[in-house]
């Protein structure tokens, strides 16, 4: 237990679905990202929060759509998904330090897209 | 840019002892870091050198060079518990606390 939490922990969705991916860190961080991980790849950073402000986005397609409403929650929301846009969907939170940061991880969602 | 580059796959038997390099270059630089991710699981951290030199923590111990741009993590004493990926990562240049990470190596640990 990292103190970082996602829900759901699986997913299954059509390509005309939406749906909303949901991480809440329960560590007074200040920091969040989402990372994508395919199968035997290594970790895709896709977006970083910092004080609620997106100060990252890795050209990732408009059809993921982040949300950070406070510090302590995270939105990934979906839509119109492709096939390949299955993976790991891993959350993590820091704390700014002005050094290296310690990340710690959600446990994931484990999304299909049909 | 920032890249790391660590051994794809790397194989031992229990009771042994693994080292898994990591090379890296950046501009600048705020230590090395280590992760471990069990297949299927989430990445959590091992441990963290900013300075040169060993740092211990049971039988895991990581060790830095800096002037090498050089670091490796040692495992000690395998066991079958062992088996995952494990990625080394070193903080982007900016100042989003974004982390790049390895390619990960894959540690198969065999009875």
């Known amino acids: 237990e990292t103190g970082v939490t996602q829900t759901p922990r699986h997913l299954v969705m059509g390509m005309t679905n939406k749906k909303s991916l949901k991480c809440e860190q329960h560590?007074?961080?200040?920091?969040m990202y989402w990372y994508k991980q395919s199968a035997k790849k290594p970790l895709e950073l896709m977006f970083v929060y910092s004080l609620e402000e997106r100060v990252e986005n890795n050209s990732v397609p408009s059809r993921f759509s982040p949300e950070c409403p406070n510090s302590s929650h995270l939105f990934l929301h979906l839509h119109t998904l492709q096939p390949e846009d299955s993976a790991l969907y891993l959350c993590?939170?820091?704390?700014?330090?002005?050094?290296?940061?310690?990340?710690?991880f959600g446990p994931g969602t484990r999304l299909l897209v049909l | 840019g920032q890249s790391l580059e660590q051994p794809s796959e790397v194989t031992a038997v229990e009771g042994a002892i693994v080292q898994i390099n990591c090379t890296y270059q950046t501009s600048g630089f705020y230590g090395l870091s280590w992760y471990q991710q069990h297949d299927g699981g989430a990445p959590t951290f091992l441990s963290y050198n900013a300075l040169d030199g060993l740092e211990e923590t049971g039988r895991f111990s990581s060790f830095l060079s800096r002037s090498d741009s050089y670091g490796y993590l040692l495992l000690q004493e395998l066991q079958m518990k062992d088996s995952a990926s494990y990625f080394c990562a070193v903080r982007d240049e900016g100042n989003t606390g974004k982390l790049i990470f390895g390619q990960g190596t894959t540690l198969q640990v065999k009875p």
């Open positions: 993590a939170s820091s704390q700014s330090t002005g050094g290296q940061e310690t990340q710690y």
């Open positions: 560590l007074g961080h200040n920091a």
